[in-house]
């Protein structure tokens, strides 16, 4: 029978790429599937780990540049914010991590702009004044009428609409 593929690593004991799977398990909270394997050669057991390799996530720049996504650089810019506010370290961290995840679950490459509007939007969610903080850099404001704009939208908010009453039967 032929497997199309190797699913065999080389025996420690006698350099054997010939064995079979006996048990395979989860581990570390099934980021590891650990197994154990048998040397057809030699009769051998050992085990092998294996953990998925995630692909790095890239960075699209404004200025069409690509780097290499870096978490912590996120996190100083939420932090930069949020300074001064109820908002803890434990919820930045929090909050980048659901970006970082959000990011790489669209794929291996992420512009800036989505990135810094997933901030925006989480900001304006948790504190308003973190949200003004973040969005004036990230906006680039220039005058007091940017943030006059920027409080008016974040102030604006949609009535819901109501149903014209039913007649009385």
């Not at 581990?27 to 009769?43: H, K, N, S």
Request: with cysteine.
């Amino acid at each position: 029978m032929s497997r199309g593929y190797r699913d065999c690593v080389r025996c420690p004991f006698c350099q054997a790429d010939d064995d079979k799977v006996v048990d395979s398990r989860p581990a570390d909270d099934a980021a590891v599937v650990r197994r154990r394997r048998e040397c057809l050669v030699c009769g051998r057991r050992f085990t092998t780990q294996e953990r998925v390799v995630e692909l790095p996530l890239v960075v699209l720049k404004r200025s069409g540049q690509r780097e290499p996504f870096d978490r912590t650089k996120l996190e100083q810019g939420i932090e930069r914010a949020v300074a001064g506010s109820v908002i803890d370290a434990a919820a930045v961290e929090a909050l980048a991590a659901e970006i970082e995840e959000e990011a790489r679950a669209r794929g291996v490459e992420v512009a800036s702009q989505r990135l810094g509007l997933a901030v925006l939007e989480r900001l304006r969610a948790l504190d308003p004044v973190s949200y003004l903080r973040f969005a004036s850099v990230y906006q680039g404001f220039e005058s007091p009428a940017d943030f006059e704009r920027a409080v008016h939208e974040l102030r604006k908010t949609t009535e819901p609409k109501r149903g014209r009453p039913r007649a009385q039967r």
